[in-house]
């Protein structure tokens, strides 16, 4: 009982200290996102509380963080400026409309949920996810290189001089401390250790860099500071409830839903392999959906899983929904209490732990295993990563998925084999192996020689399954073209399920196919006693 209580009482430390360092986080990644997608920074901060808290309770992943991000914030720039556009200049109509876009967003991801839809990330090839991983890497780096950049007439231009020298200097000794403090003693939360050991050197040694204040100011924001959400009830009466209004927010709200989702699926199953524990991906579904439906409605910007954060919590030690939970409400109580001192944060410290992020997230392996996968599977890793950096994930895993897809059904249809041999009736046996569907039609129709075939000609499909209308359709043609010779055909050796695919699509069938099963291989299957004494015929 003690040593229950021992291990409870470590996990709600890690939890709480781990969730505290990504709030830190979590502010300038927000307030970034809310920049570009063209909204107050007020509006990405209430996203990363309101789905942060959410998620954190209701989720499928305990240990994943979720809040506003820039995959959804590219999708959310054309969205906003086109609905400032049907409004009058100043009435800031855009906001609007991308609150009620969250929310049908949400409603679409609540669905997703219900209907089961999270276990088809299943079918996500491991390619794929390792491209996924990279490419965010090569994101999440390239993002913080805007942290090199001043505004300067209205133009961002890089540091130079003893400013980036302080600048790289500050986040070198930050991703030094998160090296190197794990290295004495484990029971520190590193990155939150440096961020408070770099942000001690600025303000008592009074170095001029960027803060979280200077770079919310720089973007046009007048500070951190903020009440609680307030319900928009002007979303009601500015967005009328029209099938033009339907029409705009549907196509985004759709994108945003499965840009969402992926990314939270994606990085639900990255979460897995950390810690080696089993998530609910259809419950992560409905309360990413639930988040972002109560987000729209409190004037947030929408959001889903974030996989910067969610590697800092799994790395601080954080494990359970505690540590979620406490970086919204810190979140929250940096906004409404601790304005003054996080704006005085340097933003080197946080560069720094996203380096970090990046090094940790980056699947080195994948430069080891180049010469040891299939070519295809390395194009795809490519690919993805390379769309994921050009675009955005959802089409990067989408294109990644689709290119998988073809690849394994091209391999599968040139597998399809024919040995061929003549019984003493001199009945003609085709012995068909391979998977016969769409891909491999064509070359199980080339097996066959119809005019010079015997009287009597036997399909077995003994090593072969039917899969598919396509490979249906090619035997029932086939059969046609042998009757048409005046010619015998017997299908022999198909399963079950082959034969009440056949059966239902066309009575003809239950005259050409053989029911009894001649074959040993089918008595020993049948047969658990024959089973046993076969294995002992060959002392297994």
């Known amino acids: 009982m003690t040593e229950f209580i021992t291990k409870r009482t470590a996990n709600v430390k890690n939890d709480i200290l781990s969730g505290l360092t990504v709030a830190l986080a979590l502010v300038p990644e927000a307030v970034a996102f809310a920049f570009v997608a063209g909204v107050d920074p007020l509006v990405g901060l209430y996203a990363a509380f309101m789905i942060g808290l959410i998620t954190s309770i209701f989720g499928g992943r305990p240990g994943m963080i979720s809040g506003a991000t820039g995959a959804l914030a590219v999708v959310m720039v054309s969205l906003v400026a086109e609905g400032n556009t049907m409004g009058e200049a100043g009435e800031n109509l855009g906001l609007y409309y991308l609150f009620a876009t969250v929310i049908l967003m949400g409603i679409i991801q609540f669905l997703a949920g219900v209907l089961k839809l999270g276990k088809f990330v299943r ?11 990279n490419g965010l890497a090569i994101v999440i780096f390239l993002s913080q290189l805007g942290m090199f950049k001043n505004a300067v007439d209205g133009e961002m231009v890089w540091m130079q001089g003893r400013q980036l020298w302080i600048m790289l200097s500050l986040v070198a000794l930050t991703m030094g401390i998160m090296l190197g403090l794990p290295k004495l003693t484990k029971k520190l939360p590193e990155a939150l250790i440096a961020i408070l050991v770099v942000s001690a050197i600025v303000i008592f040694g009074d170095i001029d860099v960027a803060t979280v204040g200077s770079f919310i100011r720089e973007g046009g924001g007048e500070g951190l500071k903020g009440g609680l959400p307030e319900f928009q009830t002007d979303i009601f009466s500015k967005v009328p409830f029209t ?11 759709l994108i945003l839903a499965a840009i969402g ?10 979460i897995d392999d950390l810690t080696e524990t089993r998530g609910n991906s259809n419950k992560e579904c409905m309360a990413q959906g639930g988040a972002n439906i109560v987000t729209g409605f409190f004037g947030g910007m929408g959001g889903c899983a974030m996989i ?21 409400l810190a979140l929250l109580a940096f906004i409404l209490f601790a ?4 704006e005085q944060v340097p933003i080197a410290a946080l560069v720094g732990v996203m380096f970090m992020v990046v090094i940790g997230t980056f699947a080195w392996s994948s430069f080891r295993i180049m010469n040891k996968i299939p070519r295809t599977d ?15 994930l959802a089409i990067a895993v989408i294109a990644g998925v689709i290119v998988s897809a073809l690849v394994f059904s091209w391999e599968n249809a040139i597998r399809i084999r024919a040995r061929k041999r003549m019984k003493e009736d001199g009945t003609k046996i085709y012995e068909i192996w ?7 039609i ?8 119809i005019k010079n075939d015997p009287e009597k000609v036997e399909i077995d499909f003994v090593e072969s399954r039917v899969s598919d209308h396509s490979a249906i359709e090619a035997i029932f043609n086939l059969v046609k073209k042998y009757e048409a010779e005046g010619k015998q055909i017997t299908l022999k050796h198909l399963s079950e399920d082959c034969k009440i695919l056949l059966y239902k699509s066309s009575p003809k069938f239950h005259q050409i196919i053989e029911e009894d099963i001649d074959d040993p291989r089918y008595h020993l299957a049948e047969n658990p006693e024959a089973f046993s004494k076969g294995l002992g015929e060959y002392n297994l």
Do not use: C
Request: aromatic fraction near 12%; avoid cysteine; hydrophobic fraction near 55%.
């Open 261 to 270: 989702l992926i990314e939270s699926l994606m990085t639900l199953n990255l």
């Open 339 to 342: 304005s003054g001192l996080i």
């Open 123 to 133: 079918l996500i090839p491991h390619p794929v996810m390792m491209g996924f991983v």
């Open 434 to 440: 391979g998977p016969l569907f769409f891909g491999s």
């Open 378 to 392: 390395l194009f795809v890793l490519i690919l993805v990563s390379g769309l994921t950096v050009l675009f955005d």
């Open 308 to 328: 910067g954060q969610s590697i800092i919590n799994i790395k601080g030690g954080g494990r359970g929904r505690l540590s979620g939970i406490v970086a919204a």
């Open 442 to 449: 064509s070359a199980f129709n080339e097996k066959f020689d």
């Open 243 to 253: 099938w033009e209004s339907i029409k705009f927010i549907f196509p985004y709200a």
